[in-house]
């Protein structure tokens, strides 16, 4: 699957191999909470689990996903793109063929949380059609934060 945007080279969304770790795991490090080489390996792993990467022809991987299916919805575990990739439709790609694949499988929902404070993040939700659902306090630490529970409907 390509994808053109604001990317100014072609974009293409594939299922993530053992040999996109490296890269991803480098995308990882400059997050707020950086997921380990060992939970990206095991998410891999996962029988109900979906991993995409986003990948430029000539800058390689430059995002990622992580689902995790549990039908007839789904959970957005992870979305991160590379900080000099950002704002550049690499995330709305990926979301777009990770939705495309749940709707293949006949999932009807959509699911994923936001930490409180990440408003970039809540305001790419929002314009992608999620609508907050619910509200977990404490939920995140390193640093300490809520919440926003979202789901947007995708049958």
């Known amino acids: 699957m390509s994808a053109r945007g604001c990317f100014k080279t072609l974009l293409t969304v594939r ?19 950086p997921w380990s080489s060992a939970s990206l390996r095991q998410e891999l792993q996962v029988q109900k689990g979906l991993c995409l990467v986003a990948e430029a022809i000539e800058q390689g991987v430059v995002g990622w996903c992580a689902c995790r299916r549990i039908w007839p ?5 992870r979305i991160t793109v590379a900080l000099r990739e ?4 690499v995330g709305i ?3 777009q063929h990770l ?7 006949n999932c009807t929902a959509l ?8 408003k970039p ?6 314009k992608q059609g ?9 939920y995140y630490s390193g640093p300490q934060d809520d919440a926003i529970i979202l789901k947007k409907d995708i049958c």
């Open 130 to 138: 999620f609508c907050k659902v619910g509200l977990r306090r404490g």
């Open 73 to 77: 919805e789904a959970e957005l575990l």
């Open 15 to 33: 299922a993530m191999v053992l040999d996109d770790l490296g890269a991803v795991g480098e995308i990882e490090c400059h997050t707020l909470t």
């Open 99 to 105: 939705i495309r694949d749940l709707q293949e499988q």
């Open 111 to 118: 699911f994923l949380e936001v930490r409180v404070q990440n």
């Open 93 to 95: 790609a990926l979301l």
């Open 121 to 126: 993040a809540l305001r790419f939700y929002y």
């Open 86 to 89: 950002r704002k550049k439709g």
